[in-house]
């Protein structure tokens, strides 16, 4: 007796295969359980002259062979499924592995372009200082000569510079990334590293504020 299903069974390769094939096969078990009760049953009335019993008795151990061989058949695809399972599994791992080494090696590129933009960013912030302080030594020439008309706003030519659509964070960023993010930001942000708040009374982008201090008392007076 062949096993049911053996053309299909001797094809599979991978696991989803093996485990097409053993639903087939645990469908023909039942149905071969069931056809051995009602074979029982036959033998049964054979047995008191309803029948044949040499023909109900043979085609009841034809039922239990094809249950023997289908159970096995099922234990040896199911040890061969399990197998499969393994080596594909070892397969998704390694090739996990080659994908991360990947993953990896672009992260290196990554931070190498981090690292040459900061240092492009950092000579930049030099240069920019060096002109902001050579302005703001103007500015007091200008103030002492009496031709504030001339003076350059530092603030108003930062802001109006730094201007602009900022990029949107993702929706996941890494704690790390988060706090570097906003430390980037405050450079562009009025109020940040390079903006800081100006004194009280000081005039911000041309506007003079409205800030009037408070008058001493007479109590401070003495």
Do not use: Y
Not at 8 to 17: F, M
Not at 80 to 94: F, G, M, P
Not at 153 to 174: C, D, E, F
């Amino acid at each position: 007796m062949t096993s049911p299903h053996a053309e299909t069974l001797g094809r599979a390769r991978t696991a989803a295969e093996f485990a097409a094939v053993i639903a087939l096969l645990d469908t023909d078990l039942n149905d071969a359980l069931a056809r051995k009760g009602e074979l029982a049953q036959a033998e049964d009335r054979a047995i008191f002259g309803d029948g044949d019993l040499a023909a109900a008795r043979a085609a009841l151990d034809d039922c239990n062979d094809q249950i023997a061989l289908l159970e096995k058949t099922i234990d040896a695809a199911g040890k061969r499924r399990a197998e499969v399972a393994l080596s594909e599994a070892r397969a998704d791992i390694a090739a996990l592995g080659e994908e991360i080494k990947a993953r990896a090696a672009r992260l290196g590129e990554r931070w190498r372009g981090v690292h040459r933009l900061v240092e492009q960013l950092r000579q930049e912030l030099f240069e920019a200082d060096a002109l902001a302080r050579g302005i703001a030594t103007a500015n007091g020439l200008f103030d002492a000569a009496g031709v504030s008309a001339l003076k350059v706003n530092l603030t108003t030519t930062r802001r109006a510079a730094m201007a602009g659509a900022r990029a949107a964070a993702p929706a996941r960023l890494s704690r790390p990334a988060l706090q570097a993010d906003r430390m980037l930001l405050s450079f562009l942000t009025p109020g940040g590293a390079l903006d800081p708040r100006p004194a009280l009374g000081a005039p911000v982008d041309g506007v003079k504020s409205k800030f009037i201090p408070a008058t001493p008392s007479l109590n401070e007076r003495g």
